[in-house]
């Protein structure tokens, strides 16, 4: 017999949270605006396991701050991360640090060297401004690879920088001439 892998429900609301509102509302039929923003209202209407005590815990408990909730705390958005091209969350172009690091899994590095940071499905490449987080991100998957990111020599070609309401740095493409690998 099998055995069922429980979950803490905070994760579980927060990772269900991500999926509707970076990539896939239309899962639960629920509708974001040009923003990015879902009426809190909404979710719960949709969602019969998930309560706004939940959802709010989700909210504040999420160590890297995923998800926005309005001043008037009737609508929520992820921070950033969304597949969806329809979003805007009307980040402006921002001076970055002079570098910034992506941290990733072993088996992307050789693409990587070759093609440079793609967005893959989503709308941007996602950076940090330490190489702390970076690990963080790349060990995901397994042990972590490190790579620098030139964003000062990016920025003097005109490259944008984005940075997101939970200091994730954002970009375009990033070409294989401004990345390095560290470790």
């Known amino acids: 017999m099998g055995t069922k892998r429980h979950q803490d429900p905070v994760v579980r609301t927060s990772k269900f949270m991500s999926l509707v509102l970076r990539h896939r509302p239309q899962q639960i039929g629920l509708e974001l605006d040009h923003g990015g923003w879902a009426k809190i209202s909404d979710i719960l209407a949709k969602v019969d396991w998930m309560d706004r005590a939940m959802l709010d815990r989700a909210v504040a408990e999420n160590n890297k701050k995923r998800f926005a909730i309005s001043e008037d705390g009737l609508r ?4 950033q991360g969304h597949s969806l091209k329809q ?6 172009p921002t001076q970055p640090p002079d570098v910034l690091y992506h941290g990733t899994y072993p088996g992307a590095v050789d693409a990587i060297k070759r093609e440079g940071l793609k967005k893959m499905k989503r709308n941007h490449v996602h950076l940090s401004a330490d190489t ?3 690990r963080d991100v790349g060990g995901r998957r397994g042990k972590p690879v490190l790579f620098q990111v030139d964003a000062k020599g990016l920025c003097e070609q005109g490259h944008p920088f984005f940075l997101s309401a939970n200091d994730v740095w954002l970009a375009p493409n990033i070409p294989p001439e401004f ?3 560290l470790e």
């Not at 929520?76 to 921070?79: H, K, N, Q, T």
């Open 87 to 92: 979003v805007d969350l009307g980040l402006v």
């Open 132 to 134: 702390d987080t970076a």
């Open 76 to 79: 929520i958005r992820a921070s």
């Open 179 to 181: 990345i390095l690998l």
